[in-house]
Every structure is written in structure tokens, then in C-alpha cells.
């Protein structure tokens, strides 16, 4: 029973991690509840299949819900890690400005010379999702006059319908769900 615990709480762990969407919570609620009402479904009934499915059952409900008070401190190791990463970008983005007057059309002109690779967020395990990352022209000039890039625009997904934006225009952070 301790064997099918432990591999139930370490699929829910890994599946969290790599999701990163504390919405799916819910959804786990639900499938507890569910799984509780089938385990007092099948207490009703003694027959020699529902006491072997029953005995499934506590490490099932068990992992369900004690993988959710594990996931809330890798969800903020993870938010953090992006945020960190996500600032060092911004300081290589303005450190590419300073030299060329202009910021890159795209991060991985940042490679080699400003940062070793192009850093992803750090929601999911395997491979984060990548930094969404747009240039704006200085609306200030004719539309016919092609500049180099005024001002980006940097942004991740968060979780929960979440997206995490920087603006360099006003130097800010700014989320919108």
C-alpha cells in the first residue's frame, strides 16, 4: 500500500510541477470527492472485487489530497525562479540598448554576447515555457519610417488565466487575468 501511495503522490507532484496551473486543484478536489464516494459506494457492497478495488482506494485519496500541500511551496519556488530570470533578461535587454541605442528585434540576439542561452520561465519541470518578448517602434516617427525597437515588452504565463507583462516604457510590471 505504502509502494502505490508513494508513486501516486510522486505522478500528482510531477504532473503539478509540470502544468504549474494552481487551477487544476479544483479538479483534483473533485476527482477526492469522487473517489470518496465511490470508496462509501463500494463499502456498501462486500463483495470479494470491491474490497480489492477498496484497498486501492486510501492510497489513491491519500496522494490526492496530500499532494496539494506539497504543491504550494514548488509553485512559489517556481514563480520566483521566473521572476529572477525574467529581471536578468531586462538587465541584459537594457545593457544590449546602452551599446546599440536600440533593443534587439529578438532575445536570442542577446546570445552569446549578453547571455549564454535564451532563459525560459521556470513553470513546468522538464522544459519551461518561453518568455514572451515584443518590440514596439517609437509611434512618435511616420509610420514609413522604419526605427529600431523604442521599447519592449516582456511577459509569462503565471498560472491560473495569469499573464505577467514588464513594460519598459514605464518600467513596471503589470498582471492581467
Do not use: C
Not at 518590440?135 to 495569469?162: E, I
Amino acid at each position: 500500500m505504502s509502494r502505490i501511495f508513494l508513486v501516486l503522490l510522486a505522478a500528482l507532484v510531477y504532473f503539478h510541477t509540470e502544468a504549474s496551473e494552481p487551477m487544476l486543484i479544483w479538479f483534483q478536489l473533485l476527482a477526492g470527492l469522487l473517489v470518496a464516494a465511490l470508496y462509501a459506494q463500494l463499502d456498501l457492497t462486500l463483495s470479494r472485487y470491491s474490497l480489492a478495488i477498496r484497498r486501492l482506494f486510501w492510497p489513491l485519496l491519500s496522494a490526492l489530497f496530500m499532494s496539494i500541500p506539497l504543491m504550494l511551496p514548488i509553485w512559489s519556488v517556481q514563480s520566483y525562479i521566473t521572476k529572477q530570470r525574467a529581471n536578468l533578461i531586462i538587465d541584459r535587454l537594457e545593457s544590449f540598448r546602452g551599446k546599440h541605442g536600440h533593443y534587439p528585434n529578438s532575445l536570442a540576439l542577446l546570445v552569446p554576447a549578453y547571455l549564454p542561452k535564451v532563459p525560459s520561465t521556470a513553470e513546468g519541470l522538464i522544459k519551461g515555457r518561453p518568455f514572451d518578448y515584443r518590440v514596439t517602434q517609437d509611434s512618435s516617427l511616420p509610420a514609413q519610417q522604419k526605427t529600431p525597437a523604442a521599447n519592449f515588452s516582456l511577459g509569462y504565463y503565471n498560472g491560473s488565466m495569469v499573464t505577467v507583462t514588464y513594460n519598459s516604457t514605464t518600467n513596471k510590471w503589470h498582471s492581467e487575468d
